[in-house]
């Protein structure tokens, strides 16, 4: 009995957090399927329609496949950029020793704490000096430099349980470090690679304040701030069209952690575990 009461009450929990998390989305599903965002409150017909997701695909106005493209590609530089520079520090860190490599991490962890609100004027200030604001390089900077923390640390985790004997083996056969790293070490740790590539990348992807503060239109403006600046024919907001627009952003998000699920995990927790 006890048992059984346990199991319901875990199912229940379960329920009661999905439900929870998936309320947003499935709201933002239904609004964007509605003819008018007033269907409960004013009790207007629901009336389901796609022409919110119309109007965000062939609207030329609305530049959202500008905005699209601009994240893809900034994301993707940045994820493989902070991953790449993790990785060689990662390795640096957990087979060469040398005075104060242990303040790499914890410094990088302190300044990550730093709120965003407190460097962005300055940020705003250096990119205007070099003639930057507007550009990708105005954004994947400082989304590699955020990134970082985060990249290595899963990179310290996991390299830090990789056999050091692997290396010793490499360097009594001829092996230069970086070949060690590229060649050996690397196709070990490809778990942590993926996870840290696919977590940098949605960091980067639903970044706001940054995009916001140093793009202007839609030649390097990101989705998030594309979807907030969405502003209807007469200065309404068209709440159909951002929420259509925020599905259709969704997607590639929750593709990548669908598909890469159990990499993620895998990655996120083999580093964790001893052996």
């Known amino acids: 009995m006890d048992s059984s009461r346990s199991r319901t009450l875990t199912y229940a929990g379960a329920l009661c957090i999905l ?11 239904l609004v964007s399927l509605a003819r008018s965002p007033a269907f409960l409150s004013e009790g207007t017909p629901f009336g389901p329609t796609l022409e919110n997701y119309v109007d965000v695909i062939t609207g030329s106005s609305l530049e959202f496949g500008s905005y699209l493209r601009n994240s893809a590609l900034i994301s ?13 520090a990662a390795y640096a860190v957990t087979r060469m020793k040398f005075p104060g490599r242990m303040a790499i991490p914890v410094g990088l962890l302190a300044l990550s704490m730093l709120p965003q609100i407190s460097l962005v004027g300055y940020l705003f200030n250096l990119m205007s000096d070099l003639g930057w604001v507007n550009t990708y390089q105005a954004l994947a900077l400082p989304y590699i430099a955020l990134g970082l923390p985060l990249a290595l ?14 290396d010793k083996a490499a360097l009594v056969d001829g092996a230069t470090r970086f070949q060690i790293l590229r060649m050996v070490i690397a196709p070990v740790a490809m778990p942590a690679v ?23 239109d839609h030649k390097a403006r990101t989705v998030p701030v594309g979807i907030a600046l969405f502003e209807g024919l007469h200065g309404q907001t068209p709440w159909g069209t951002i929420m259509a627009a925020a599905v259709l952003s969704c997607v590639p998000l929750v593709l990548i952690a669908a598909l890469f699920q159990r990499r993620i995990i895998h990655g996120l927790t083999q580093g964790a575990v001893k052996g």
């Open 76 to 88: 993707s530089i940045v994820a493989v950029s902070a991953t790449v520079i993790a990785g060689c």
């Open 153 to 166: 640390w899963i990179m310290l985790s996991h390299f830090s349980q990789i056999p050091a004997d692997l």
């Open 194 to 216: 993926v996870s840290t590539v696919i977590l940098v990348f949605i960091f980067s992807f639903n970044e706001f304040l940054f995009a916001l503060m140093l793009t202007v």
């Open 19 to 29: 439900a929870f998390s998936l309320f947003p989305f499935v709201w933002m599903i």
